[in-house]
């Protein structure tokens, strides 16, 4: 497989497949001794094209950015099958982008409040997913069943236990989006079908460097349209 694909965006698109997965399951393939050249070949094309873009127009990496964490987003919902192969591949690949927009003085901030009919995903899934990505994973249902892990509550029970923990989960999450913001930090901010009040946090702190704020419209699985603010 050629690794330098044309344009950042590429490594992550679902407009025709899920390429997160597609491509990590390639480049799970590779040897040790492959990976170094592979992964310098994929950071100097990603970082290669978001610098040609601030170049030419820099009002476009705000849509760049979003683009790129809602097809992350959207690939982690949208996938049944999970493995070391998709975060080897995201340590890669998200993180030259987190890593370009963090060494050019900007913070994204992903926010979204979808619904789930079964919970494994934002409370199981998502931690393991989003931690190679550069983006810190910030959810009060996950922060609350970190809590009940502690007291031997099992996965199977968290609703029925939620409302117990949810007040210190949520104070929990609020702190740590107030210090991601103070820091520059970027982040995905998921409150499973909360309210709008939810998010008031994040436009509350500023550390005075250039906010990348997308917060998806929809639910990832059917629309990928999402609102810059």
């Known amino acids: 497989m050629n690794w330098q694909l044309g344009k950042a965006t590429d490594y ?10 597609e491509y ?19 950071k100097n094309r990603i970082e290669g094209w978001l610098d040609q873009i601030a170049a030419y127009n820099d ?9 790129i964490v809602d097809d992350i987003y959207r690939s982690v919902n949208l996938s ?23 060494n050019h003085g900007m913070q994204i901030q992903y926010i979204t409040n979808n619904t789930f009919s079964d919970m494994l995903r934002p409370l199981v899934v998502f931690p393991k997913y ?10 009060p249902q996950y922060c609350a069943w970190e809590m009940m892990k502690e007291r031997g509550i099992p996965i199977e029970h968290f609703q029925l236990y939620y409302r117990d923990y949810a007040a210190d989960a949520i104070a929990v999450t609020n702190e740590l989006i107030r210090r991601s913001c103070m820091a520059g930090a970027h982040y995905i901010h998921l409150d499973v079908d909360a309210p709008a009040v939810a998010f008031e946090a994040d436009f509350e702190y500023h ?9 998806l419209q929809e639910a990832p699985q059917d629309s990928a349209r999402f609102e810059l603010v």
């Not at 990590?24 to 393939?29: L, N, R, T």
């Open 207 to 215: 550390s005075g460097i250039k906010n990348i704020r997308i917060i």
């Open 80 to 102: 049944y099958y999970f493995n070391d192969d998709v975060t080897d591949y995201l340590n890669v690949t998200a993180k030259a982008v987190t890593n370009w927009y963090k």
């Open 24 to 42: 990590s399951q390639q480049y799970g393939k590779l040897s040790m001794n492959e990976r170094p050249l592979v992964d310098l070949q994929i």
């Open 12 to 21: 992550f698109d679902n407009s025709t497949m899920n390429c997160i997965w």
């Open 59 to 67: 009002s476009l990496l705000p849509m760049v950015a979003g683009t």
């Open 130 to 139: 989003f931690a190679k990505t550069g983006l810190l994973y910030l959810c």
